[in-house]
């Protein structure tokens, strides 16, 4: 894992990447920032913004979003699995396989908020009512100085974050690994934050009875500042085993979720209070917790 010394990166002379380095592929340069966000020299991941994702993100938001309104969902593909070869210092879940993962996908939408607010949003530790309906609950445990991070001081955030979801189907506890990074790039020789953030499980978590498990969770977000606000490109991969959820069910939750998600975490950092739709209560204490799989 990468040590952290931003201050040595801005005094370094490396030498540029190659351009045979820069996946051009939307879908292959998704796969490498996942990957490669705790390599110790940013330029490979800067020009993969600069060069592939921000160009398709914007042609996409350009093509298929109303900005007028505030409700547009954004743009939505499908993505392949997360294979082995692409989870760069991470493993697959032991007992699980990349094509266990059910109906990938990732959306290109605009927040009115730019990076920093972003940065800031990280370092708040009860997730509850910032996260979607169905996290119950999740509380995170900083293995960095949030406070250094949301302040522009340091470049990488890390926590683990024990959560508890719950849907009609299912419910399960599980420990989220969570990591974002903050870059420069630039962009018609202007500089724009940028943040990549990603998380990930590292074992498979079963509901309660042991019926429903929760096998393999993989995110990414990258986040671009603009004029205007800022522009995200989101990635979703799992797998579970839930009793009667189809894939035909699983997709149009996991595209809400997404939808909800981004909504939520907005009015947080516009208003400082959880969304009105939000049922939970910040500040609770902890749920029961089982342990993971018992009977």
Avoid at 267 to 282: E, K, L, W
Wanted: contains cysteine; charged residues 20%; aromatic residues 10%.
């Amino acid at each position: 894992m990468l040590h952290w010394w931003s201050s040595v990166w801005t005094l370094m002379a490396c030498a540029p990447p190659d351009a045979e380095d820069v996946p051009v592929e939307i879908e292959e340069a998704t796969e490498f920032l996942f990957a490669h966000i705790d390599d110790e020299a940013p330029d490979t991941l800067q020009l993969v913004i600069e060069q592939t994702i921000l160009p398709y993100v914007q042609a996409k938001l350009d093509a298929v979003v109303d900005p007028s309104d505030p409700f547009d969902p954004g743009y939505f593909t499908d993505l392949s699995p997360l294979t082995e070869a692409n989870l760069g210092s991470l493993s697959l879940p032991e007992g699980t396989l990349a094509e266990d993962q059910r109906v990938p996908v990732a959306r290109a939408y605009r927040s009115r908020h730019a990076t920093a607010s972003f940065r800031q949003l990280a370092a708040v530790a009860d997730r509850t009512c910032i996260e979607p309906e169905t996290t119950h609950w999740a509380q995170r445990e900083y293995t960095t100085d949030p406070d250094c991070y949301a302040n522009g001081e340091c470049t990488w955030i890390a926590a683990i974050q024990p959560t508890l979801k719950v849907n009609p189907l299912a419910a399960i506890w599980y420990d989220q690994h969570l990591e974002q990074r903050k870059l420069s790039i630039e962009v018609e020789d202007e500089p724009w934050d940028v943040i990549v953030s990603r998380s990930f499980l590292t074992e498979s978590w079963a509901s309660k009875n042991g019926n429903n498990h929760w096998d393999q969770l993989w995110t990414l977000d990258v986040v671009v500042d603009q004029p205007d606000g800022a522009v995200t490109w989101s990635a979703y991969w799992s797998a579970m085993r839930v009793q009667w959820l189809t894939d035909g069910i699983l997709a149009t939750s996991v595209r809400a979720g997404m939808v909800e998600a981004s909504a939520w975490a907005d009015h947080f950092i516009a208003q400082g209070t959880p969304h009105p739709d939000c049922p939970h209560v910040r500040g609770a204490p902890m749920p029961e917790r089982w342990p993971n799989g018992s009977e």
